[in-house]
C-alpha cells in the first residue's frame, strides 16, 4: 500500500517568513495529492490540492509543487500569518484506490 | 455552503457498550468515508461506502465496527463492543465522484471517549 512520509513534524515561522512542508510517497501509481489544514479541535479542511498530470498549482499565498520522478510534493506558504497556525496534513491517493493515506502532520506555528 | 454535519459531538461510554455516529452527508455526495483520529496522531482511514455497502475498508475496521445508511440522509458508524484503544475522534467524510481525483470533505467530528 501507499506510505506518507511528511517533514518537518513541527515548523516555527516568524509572520511574513514563508513555510515549506514536504511530502513523499511510495506508489509511483498515485494521482491525487490534497493538503488539508486542521485547526485545534476542529474539523481537516482541504486547502488546495494537485493533480499527477500537473506540476505546480497556486492559490494566493498557497502553492503545492509535486515532483512524479523524485515522488515528493511540497506545500509553500508565503507571507505567513498567525492565523495560518495549525496542523497540516498531506496526503496520497494510491494507484487503484480513492482513499487517501494521509502524512503525520506538520504543526505550523506562526509567530507574530 | 452545504458541509458534513455529526452528532453527538462527544460521546463518553463505558468500555463494552456499544455507541452509534451519526453523519449527514452534503446532500448530493454519494461517497461516503469514516476515518479516526487518534489524539495527536494523523487522521487513519476506516471504511469508505457507496451504493449501499462497503467499497473498501481497512484493517482498523474489523468485525466490531459497521456502517449503514438507515435511510436517504444518515450515514451511521456502529462499535458494537467499545474498548478503551477506541478513544479517538472520528470523522465523516464525503465526496461527488470518485476515481482517485475527488475532493471530500470531512464533518466537525464526534470525540469519543471509552473510559
Known amino acids: 500500500g501507499e506510505n506518507v512520509e511528511q517533514h518537518p513534524s513541527t515548523l516555527s515561522v516568524q509572520e511574513g517568513d514563508s513555510a515549506v512542508i514536504k511530502c513523499t510517497y511510495s506508489?509511483?501509481?498515485?494521482?491525487?495529492f490534497p493538503w488539508y489544514k486542521q485547526e485545534l479541535g476542529k474539523r481537516p479542511q482541504l486547502i488546495i490540492d494537485i493533480r499527477s498530470n500537473v506540476g505546480e498549482k497556486k492559490d494566493q499565498r498557497i502553492a503545492v509543487t509535486l515532483n512524479k520522478t523524485a515522488k515528493h510534493f511540497s506545500l509553500h506558504i508565503t507571507e505567513t500569518q498567525p492565523e495560518d497556525s495549525a496542523v497540516y496534513f498531506c496526503?496520497?491517493?494510491?494507484?487503484?484506490?480513492?482513499?487517501?493515506?494521509f502524512g503525520r502532520g506538520t504543526s505550523l506555528i506562526v509567530h507574530p | 455552503e452545504p458541509e458534513v454535519t455529526q452528532t453527538p459531538s462527544h460521546q463518553v461510554t463505558q468500555m463494552g457498550q456499544e455507541v452509534i455516529l451519526r453523519c449527514v452527508p452534503i446532500s448530493n455526495h454519494l461517497y461516503f468515508y469514516w476515518y479516526r483520529q487518534i489524539l495527536g496522531q494523523k487522521v487513519e482511514f476506516l471504511v469508505s461506502?457507496?451504493?449501499?455497502?462497503?467499497?473498501?475498508k481497512s484493517e482498523i475496521f474489523d468485525d466490531q465496527f459497521s456502517v449503514e445508511r438507515p435511510d436517504g440522509s444518515n450515514f451511521t458508524l456502529k462499535i458494537r463492543s467499545t474498548k478503551l484503544e477506541d478513544s479517538a475522534m472520528y470523522f465523516c467524510?464525503?465526496?461527488?465522484?470518485?476515481?482517485?481525483?475527488?475532493?471530500?470533505?470531512f464533518g466537525p467530528g464526534t470525540r469519543l471517549l471509552v473510559l
Open positions: 496526503a496520497a491517493n494510491s494507484g487503484g484506490s480513492y482513499i487517501p493515506t
Open positions: 506508489d509511483s501509481a498515485s494521482n491525487y
Open positions: 467524510a464525503s465526496s461527488e465522484v470518485t476515481g482517485g481525483g475527488e475532493t471530500q470533505y
Open positions: 461506502f457507496y451504493n449501499n455497502e462497503i467499497s473498501e
